[in-house]
Every structure is written in C-alpha cells, then in structure tokens.
C-alpha cells in the first residue's frame, strides 16, 4: 500500500525559532497533502490542505503565516511552523490519497521550551 | 463530512470480540464509512471503509445498517495490540478530491485486557 514517510518523529525546540516537518510519499504521487494538528486527549484537527503548485489552504483559525506549508513537488510537502512557542507543542500528522486509499505519517512529536 | 458519534470508551476481554458502534445518521448517499485506529503517538492507521454493503478483511469485519445511519467495527478476535482509539468517519469516495479531508471525532478508546 501507500507510505507516506514523515520526520522527524520528534523535535524539541527553543522559543522563537522555527522548525520544519517534512512529509513524503514513497511509493505515488501526492496531489494533495492534508496536515493535521493533535493535542494531549483530544482528536485530530485538520489545520490546512496543501495542494502541489498551489497555495495551501488553511482551516479557520489557523495562521497562515505562522504555519507555512510548501507542497512543491508530487512527493514531498513541508509544514513549517515559523516562531514556534509552548503553546505550539503538539503532535503534527500528514496525510494524503494514495492508491488503495488514505495514508497518515507517523505523526512528529513537537515540544517547544 | 457527516457527523459521527461513538462511545468514547469501552473494554474488552483479550480473546474475544469486539463491537464498536458508530451512528453517522446524516450520511449522505455519496459518503463512504471509514474506520481508523490510533496507538499512543502514532499516526491513524486505516482499517476498514465500506459504502452500503458488509465488509472484511484481514483486520475487521464491518457492518453497515440498511438505512446506512449507524455501523459497527468488529475485531473478531482482539488482542492487547489492538488497544487503541478507534475513529468512524464518513466521507466522500476515493477519488473526490475532498476525500481526504476528514473531520475526526473524538472516537472510541478501547481497551483490551487479559
């Protein structure tokens, strides 16, 4: 089936800075990139859709500039989260259609000091 | 993409089947039903979708209503690897180019114990 490979599966990181979550897809190509913010006993919140070549699209609530998304090639879509603080800290999931059905990373573990 | 709802926690005893509920009443008639698993901290895993008919495979069996307001997921045979949260979604098909974007509730946490 399809793999969508994302990492880093943790990072911590200090206040203020930034930092990029890469996702991939092995083995098709992905159109679309759905990326997904996670808090401690809570759900998955879909934060913005990226779309290869185009801008992304954001969720209501959601700061564009804060999270920036690139999706500028079939394979490869980036989450940046751009000056990053505590309350950032989250787990961050992509996801996207590959051939048999719908694929997830395995999710990136971000802890902001 | 249609509401769900489900229990939000329920047990089961490692051996034995496990029934998750699901009531999607607002289902439109082009939505599939889709059935995902997460293990603590990490990304969903897909189990199972189904439109209107049964489903198996090599993971679940499920079970669609004939008027397509509820289904059930069922793990004929759980083990404590399948302890997890589950989440029924709905959803247009595969090839709609909105499909991938679901709307997760807050889903079912089972618990299977020796």
């Known amino acids: 089936g399809a793999v969508v490979s994302q990492h880093p599966s943790w990072v911590i990181c200090k206040s203020g800075t930034s930092v990029k979550i890469e996702c991939r897809s092995l083995?098709?190509?992905?159109?679309?990139m759905f990326w997904y913010r996670q808090f401690p006993k809570q759900s998955l919140m879909l934060m913005a859709t990226s779309n290869e070549g185009s801008k992304a699209t954001y969720e209501q609530g959601v700061e564009k500039d804060k999270f920036l998304i690139n999706h500028a090639s079939l394979t490869l879509s980036t989450l940046t989260v751009t000056s990053a603080h505590p309350e950032d800290s989250s787990f961050y999931i992509c996801?996207?259609?590959?051939?048999?059905?719908?694929?997830f990373g395995s999710g990136t573990r971000l802890t902001v000091v | 993409d249609a509401k769900t709802t489900q229990p939000p926690s329920m047990d089961c005893a490692e051996g034995r089947a496990a029934n998750l509920p699901c009531n999607h009443s607002t289902i439109s008639g082009n939505e599939y039903v889709y059935w995902y698993r997460q293990i603590h901290s990490q990304g969903p895993q897909y189990i199972i979708h189904?439109?209107?008919n049964n489903e198996t495979n090599e993971m679940a069996s499920l079970i669609i209503t004939e008027d397509r307001k509820s289904s059930t997921l069922i793990l004929p045979h759980a083990t404590l690897r399948d302890t997890a949260v589950y989440y029924c979604i709905v959803r247009p098909g595969t090839y709609n180019t909105n499909a991938g974007k679901s709307t997760f509730g807050d889903g079912t946490t089972l618990t299977v114990k020796p």
């Open positions: 083995d098709f190509q992905a159109t679309t």
């Open positions: 189904g439109l209107k």
């Open positions: 996801s996207t259609q590959g051939l048999g059905g719908y694929t």
